[in-house]
């Protein structure tokens, strides 16, 4: 269903889109009212949302240009944010990033809202982040720099650099970034296995093996993260028995890995990895993202086998403004035809 009226829809947004092409903006503000409240903490912006809706509502949908580098951040997106704005009839929410597990998705559906989300943006960035990550954790970069840095020279007593060509990349969750990343470790000779809910059509594949998660424990030189934070996928990789699926991952795991996380911190039990790291059963570690962000488990820090980045894998100096142009778009699909570009839900 078109939003169509000669009363202009209302739009709210939280923090002005500020990166995005001046042009773009104006575009959408002829198709549309815009009001705007600042970020700040989730009962701050709740309250700011309710006054919103009070004095200028009600809105036909709620858009965030989060403020990366501000904290803290407004979430969760749950029924006490944003439960104003739905009971008034707002139909289209839309956020940052690829992940969603801030957002309660099974409340908005439950009311017929949809939730869009921008998985263009990260992509390629994040991909291209993974790989230069597991080249720096194949040659244990990070230890070599600090050996230089403290001016010791080159010690071969010291686990030597694996090479990619005679090692297996084993994927779990292989989505726009997982496809990417297979791609892009082909190219330096990796044999890429992966693990997803459904095996992609053929023509996706392009190389890669599909298996099942056994088979990316047992076989994987490396194992890379790209799938989303859920109930089935926190503690992914454990110490002890959570699911049928992730009983006690690290123990099942080959000898000497590596694993890599530009997912979620979450999808990894982070006192199963330093306890794995500390025995050498996981040889080295390269995250962009932690369980409990912003603080990284200490045990990570100390270990001269991380690799470690401030979740940082997209920031670019044109990440802001090509997301903030994705959720642009999702906005101006929903004011067109009633339905956001990037839905992740059913309504």
């Not at 709740?46 to 509502?57: F, P």
Request: aromatic fraction near 8%.
């Amino acid at each position: 269903m078109t939003l169509t009226s000669d009363i202009k829809p209302k739009v709210l947004i939280l923090n002005a889109p500020d990166k995005a092409p001046i042009d773009s903006v104006a575009k959408l503000k002829e198709m549309a009212e815009f009001y705007s409240i600042e970020q700040a903490s989730h009962d701050a912006v709740a309250g700011r949302i309710a006054e919103a809706v009070k004095e200028k509502g009600p809105f036909a949908a709620f858009v965030v240009f989060i403020n990366w580098w501000s904290r803290p951040f407004p979430w969760p997106m749950d029924e006490a944010l944003v439960g104003p704005l739905v009971e008034t009839g707002c139909k289209m929410f839309s956020a940052g990033g690829a992940g969603y597990d801030f957002v309660d998705v099974k409340y908005m559906t439950s009311k017929g809202v949809y939730y869009a989300n921008t998985p263009k943006m990260p992509a390629l960035r994040t991909a291209d982040s993974t790989a230069m990550m597991i080249l720096q954790a194949l040659r244990g970069s990070s230890e070599r720099e600090a050996d230089a840095r403290a001016g010791k020279w080159f010690d071969p007593s010291k686990p030597l650099a694996k090479d990619a060509r005679c090692s297996t990349l084993g994927i779990v969750g292989m989505g726009n970034i997982g496809k990417l990343v297979s791609e892009h470790m082909q190219h330096f000779g990796m044999k890429v296995i992966y693990y997803n809910r459904n095996r992609l059509p053929l023509d996706e594949e392009k190389g890669a093996e599909y298996v099942s998660f056994e088979e990316i424990l047992v076989r994987s030189d490396v194992i890379s993260l790209h799938c989303p934070l859920n109930e089935n996928t926190r503690h992914l990789f454990n110490k002890e028995a959570l699911t049928t699926l992730s009983s006690a991952v690290f123990a099942r795991m080959k000898d000497g890995m590596i694993i890599v996380n530009t997912s979620r911190g979450a999808v990894i039990d982070e006192n199963a990895l330093v306890e794995a790291l500390d025995s050498g059963k996981v040889l080295r570690a390269a995250l962009d993202v932690y369980e409990f962000e912003p603080q990284i488990h200490p045990g990570l820090i100390a270990s001269k086998h991380t690799t470690l980045f401030p979740h940082a894998a997209v920031a670019n100096e044109t990440f802001e403004r090509d997301q903030q142009m994705e959720i642009l778009l999702n906005l101006e699909s929903f004011l067109k035809t009633g339905k956001p570009t990037h839905v992740v839900n059913d309504v």
